[in-house]
């Protein structure tokens, strides 16, 4: 309090018995030092920033994670990293870890979409097959509408080996098949589909054999060697059934 003349008691100065100023301990004050004044006002603008900051990036963080968020991609991205898992392991040695690092995503994703190793692997296999059945019925379409069958085909060689990654998974199924009998499905519809398919527009199971025999070696030697399919000898190899097939057919 002050004295009735508006002094206050002197109690001597401060720093008389120190030789450094005293240190505060609590909120930064200015007018201890001249840096610590500066220090002071700097931190306390930053915090105030800060604060002041804190709900907008809040919401800017959230309109970010809304505007990312896509469920079913997240699901399809967990399947596919986890028949990419089995195709490499096999279903015996793939784990809801492994399956989220190869996924890219969360590890509590993969057990929030499947709660179970069992539902995941299940539904990943189940998965497979139908990409695969989708694609033959998509040739079997394109191939019905065709005018020019050896063209056609060569066509839709490039288009599959368009998708690398897709041709590899798909081929390292069926190479996975020989040691993971969960897979054997998968591989079967690829390769009695693609007979099937053959065998409509050759005349039959024998002469659909060796084309599928002809179009599955030109596409796994595209992809083993990296070279571009030989379009070509692909050409030339359904040319030649076709024609056979036409020669065999005409009345003599």
């Known amino acids: 309090m002050s004295s009735a003349g508006g002094k206050t008691p002197e109690t001597g100065p401060l720093t008389s018995e120190r030789s450094e100023p005293i240190q505060h301990r609590g909120p930064p004050v200015s007018g201890l030092t001249s840096s610590g004044a500066s220090e002071g006002r700097v931190s306390e603008q930053r915090r105030r920033e800060d604060i002041g900051n804190r709900p907008t ?108 990654e897709q041709a590899l998974l798909e081929y390292e199924l069926c190479l996975a098949a020989t040691r993971t009998p969960e897979l054997r499905p998968v591989a079967r519809l690829w390769i009695d589909g693609l007979r099937g398919i053959c065998s409509r527009f050759v005349g039959g199971p024998e002469r659909g054999f060796a084309l599928a025999a002809l179009v599955d070696g030109a596409l796994l030697q595209a992809l083993v060697t990296g070279e571009a399919l030989d379009a070509d000898g692909l050409r030339a190899g359904v040319e030649g059934l076709v024609v056979s097939r036409r020669t065999a057919a005409r009345p003599t």
């Open 57 to 164: 990036n809040q919401r800017a963080e959230r309109a970010s994670v809304t505007a990312r968020r896509d469920p079913e991609g997240r699901r399809r991205a967990i399947l596919r990293g986890a028949v990419q898992e089995i195709a490499e392991v096999g279903v015996g040695q793939v784990t809801h870890r492994r399956i989220a690092a190869r996924a890219g995503v969360p590890l509590g994703s993969t057990t929030y979409y499947f709660p179970t190793l069992d539902d995941l692997v299940s539904q990943a296999l189940r998965e497979a097959t139908e990409t695969a059945r989708a694609g033959l019925e998509s040739w079997a379409e394109e191939l019905l509408r065709s005018q020019d069958l050896p063209t056609t085909f060569v066509e839709l060689a490039r288009r599959y080996l368009d998708d690398r």
